[in-house]
């Protein structure tokens, strides 16, 4: 059976978004200890616009606290693919 045979028939993980923008900020937390650690400035430039993309992935999924009138919001979930 093919991989893409495989892909299709697996259904989609659904996870907490606050625990995708946590596991991000995670990602983003270790990508700052790489730049700050590689000798080679092309390599840190590189990191730096990967930390970037994953920053601004965190944030457009990112739960807010609470909505305009001091209530939480409702917890939404992300749908992911096992590979």
Do not use: W, Y
């Amino acid at each position: 059976m093919s991989h893409s045979m495989q892909r299709q028939r697996r259904a989609p993980i659904v996870l907490d978004t606050g625990f995708v923008a946590a596991v991000f900020e995670g990602i983003e937390a270790t990508l700052d200890e790489l730049i700050e650690r590689v000798e080679t400035s092309e390599l840190q430039s590189s990191l730096d616009v990967l930390q970037s993309r994953v920053t601004a992935l965190r944030l457009s999924i990112e739960p807010q606290a609470q909505g305009p009138e001091g209530l939480e919001e409702p917890k939404e979930s992300v749908a992911v693919e096992a590979i």
